[in-house]
């Protein structure tokens, strides 16, 4: 089997934005435009492509990420085929001529906009080469916008940006530019402008090749090409030196012949927006309505402008071996390198790996090598997804987004490689839960199935957590939100029929210490025959905030022998998952094995693992023991006239209120405020504003819990798992 399209001409992009922007309409215009569906089906009446949970069309939101794949020729905008495949160095000529104009591949990943199912984000702008990030024109910049944003510059994502629904009531283009450039950057700005406004807008003028392209309808299937407006000359033109003036920045040659007065080529200027939109420095704006024809620029500019997976350059990763930096090209001929970014559970073919290849190409019944464990997993099936549907392959190539039936022992994060040449690529990493509920089994006949379901329901979800309570004997379910959560108790009932029983959302606090202490510990135990003898000195020390655990060995001339050390290692972690004063796991803190001593008969293991066990209950006791709780970013949009309620009600709940703006006729009020305060908040506000105001929030940091707050919380606990009080 040969590659059916060029790796040039594959494009890898998710669509990302804030909840209600309209990433799955814009994804669903896509698709109608690129041929794929012949009706844009509507979010609300649960017909789109990719939200195709019953969860998700009964609520209209997307909570899984979906992929689909469309294919798109260029219309308006054609790159020259220097640019698009420029000659390298020692070649003798270049193939670019097959790719100038010619139909593109493109991977589309639809992800959620909820901030609860951020992860599925998280690991898909890991995989993907661009993005579109939506925005809705009636609200500009909102918070989950701001938090895609900083995913994308975290994974160095290329993007460009579509203001949508400024055809509708209140939609309005330059103000959500405007947000645009105060909340995220300066450097995006608009390749074309709208003509009209809001419900008039018929067309766009093209700010490359100052066309205009207007349409009767936003469903038409083409434009008419024509003049740019009279009444708009003078805006286009000076948008035009502007937008000139921000991508020349990014090649020098271009820079000095825009300052010698001398005119750009049309070649020219697509070659310098396309240079800078891939150096990260540029933005490209577009706008209209995600479900018309406006949509066609936009394939445009993404096949365009967006990098290949070979403009996106080598991977680089680590030799199993030697532990080495490595490098992969991003081409069939290197050896095979890909990334597991996802496990789902299909219905009807069992266990799904989402992976993508970065380097050689992999044939079904071959064999791959797990680096994290070292093991071989057989690939069976390859399908290519199509949202719930699959298209088996036989062999998939350098740049292809596809998933694996059945692997055994394969996880979201995992490196699957060449057998005989491994690759470790880094892995990916995911936000802590912020809230917990305790989840109990109908029935006796639900016990075991539920078991099985949460396993795989954490083996999809990197966010979700399960562990037990020793103390009450429950199963602790945790999750990003009161939705996630929610979510899972559904799919469970849903798609495992496990009825369960689910008490009140928890906070999941969070201890941690704030200044360095020391303290000694051991454990002896003598009743006839063999004993128990463990002995150690231990240091602890705060950590910044998200630093985690570490431990560090000082013991020198053999104090204590090197099998004793991993146990205490281990003593520890085990004790800081169950906290010191109140029972929550102890985050965020070095500590050090610094002396001790053992006995040549009655010195195990276990010994050592006890007595690190109650050295560390004794040592951070001394060290200033504090309870953390999650601060959410929250933001209420309120009519003027309620401000004040608003206000006065989240002073009332511990909140910070950082700022205060208008959006339209509304204000909008930015605050952290402690997530203990905030179950129940959407029934008070509707209350409170007769159902006329809406919020939202997003975990933002861990912060100490004030002392008063702190006692009712060790409190509570009491007669569950507290050891002793501060």
Known sequence: MSREYPIELTRNIGIIAHIDAGKTTVTEGVLYNTGMIHKIGAVHEGETTTDWMEQERERGITITSAAVTCYWEPKFIKLAPAILHPVKSGEAGSPAAKFNGARHKINIIDTPGHVDFTVEVERSLRVLDG???????????????????????????????????????GGDFYKSLD?????LSPNAFPIQLPIGFEKEINGVVDLINMKSYTYKDFTDKEFTVGEVPANMLEKAKEYRHRLLEKVVESDDALMEKYLAGQELTEAEFLSAIRKAVQGGKFFPVLGGDGRGIIVQTVLDAVTNFLPSPVDRGNVKGHDLKTGAEIERKPSDDEPFTALAFKIATDPFVGRLCFFRVYSGKLEAGSYVLNARTGDKERVGRIVRMRADQRDEVKEVFAGDICALVGPKNTFTGDTLCDVDKPMMLESIKFAEPVISMSIEPKTKADQEKMGIALSKLAEEDPTFRIRGDEETQQTIISGMGELHLEIIVDRMKREFKVEANVGKPEVAYKETIKKTAEAESKYIRQSGGKGQYGHVYLRIEPLER?????????????????????????GIQESAANGVIAGYPLVDF??????????????????????????????????????????????????ESNMGDVIGDLNSKRA?????????????????????????????????????????????????????????IIESRQGINVRKGM
């Not at 947000?179 to 909340?183: E, G, V």
């Open 131 to 169: 993005a579109v990030v939506v925005f809705d024109g009636k609200m500009g910049v909102e918070p989950q916008s701001e938090t895609v944003w900083r995913q994308a510059d975290k994974y160095g994502v290329p993007r460009m940006c579509f203001i949508n629904k400024i055809n509708q009531t």
């Open 179 to 183: 947000s645009i450039h105060k909340r």
């Open 546 to 570: 998200g630093k985690g655990y570490e431990f560090v060995d000082e013991i020198v001339g053999g104090v204590i022998p090197k099998e004793f050390i991993k146990p205490v290692d281990k």
């Open 590 to 639: 070095r500590i050090a094995l610094y002396d001790g001593s053992y006995h040549e008969v009655d010195s195990s293991e276990m010994a050592f693992k006890i007595a690190a066990s109650k050295g560390l209950q004794e040592v951070v006791k001394r060290a200033d023991p504090i309870i953390l709780e999650p601060i959410m970013k929250v933001e209420v949009i309120t009519p």
């Open 656 to 712: 910070q209120i950082n700022e205060m703006t208008d959006r339209l006729h509304l204000k909008v009020i930015d605050a952290f405020v402690p997530l203990s305060e905030m179950f129940g908040y959407a029934t008070a506000l509707r209350s409170m504003t007769q159902g006329q105001a809406s919020y939202t929030m997003e975990f933002d940091h861990y912060a100490e819990v004030p002392r008063n707050v702190a006692e009712k």
